[in-house]
C-alpha cells in the first residue's frame, strides 16, 4: 500500500487490519484491593490484545499528585467514560477488560447485561485472596508503589478493609449461572 500524505504534511501508511473475531469478550473482574487484578488484567491483556480499563491509571494521569485528593472524587465519572469506551470497543468486536473491582452485584449486572445487549461473551474472574494476603499486598505496594498506586496509610489498612469487607457484595451462585464463564482464582 501506498503512503498518504494528510494534513500539515504527515505521511500515512495503512496497514492491514487484524483479523477481528466474533463475539468480542467483556473481561470483568471482580475483587477487593490486593486482591490481584491489575496482575490479572495485564495478563489477560497480554495474551488477548483486549482493551483494559483501569481507573486509577487515568485518576493518577490526569490529576498527577493530586491524584489521591483531587482526582479520586472524579472515580465514578472515569468509570463511567470507560465504560462508554468499551462499550464503542466491543461493537467494533474488541475485547474489554474491566478492572474497577466490580463490589456490588447490580455493578457487575449492569456491565453483563450492556454487554450481553451487543452480542458480547462476558466472563467473570473472582479475585479470592484472604485478608491478611490483601493487608500485605496492600503494605507492599504503599513501601513500593507503582506509577498509579494509590497510598492507604498504614495505621488505616485495617479500617479501610473492614470498609471494603462491609461493602464487597460475593457473587451467588444465581449471579454466577448468568456469565458465560467464571474463573475463581
Known sequence: ????????????????????HY????????????????????????????FRFEPDEWIR???GDEAE???NQYRDQIEQLQWKIALHALRQSTDVIIEWGTWGRSEREKLRNDAKALGARVKLYC???????????ILNR???????????????????LD???????????????????????
Open 142 to 160: 504503599n513501601h513500593q508503589p507503582g506509577p498509579s498506586d494509590f497510598l492507604i496509610p498504614d495505621p488505616e489498612i485495617e479500617i479501610f
Open 61 to 63: 494521569s490526569i490529576w
Open 1 to 20: 500500500m501506498e503512503p498518504r500524505r494528510f494534513a500539515a504534511g504527515f505521511f500515512f501508511k495503512p496497514q492491514a487490519m487484524p483479523p477481528q
Open 23 to 50: 463475539p468480542p469478550t467483556l473481561h470483568l473482574i471482580c475483587g477487593l484491593p490486593g486482591a490481584g487484578k491489575t496482575v490479572l488484567a495485564k495478563t489477560i491483556a497480554a495474551s488477548t490484545d483486549a
Open 127 to 137: 479475585l479470592n485472596a484472604p485478608r491478611e494476603l490483601l493487608k500485605q499486598r
Open 69 to 71: 485528593t483531587e482526582g
Open 163 to 185: 470498609d471494603c469487607f462491609r461493602q464487597f457484595q460475593p457473587p451467588t451462585a444465581e449471579e454466577l449461572a448468568s456469565y458465560d464463564e467464571v474463573a475463581w482464582l
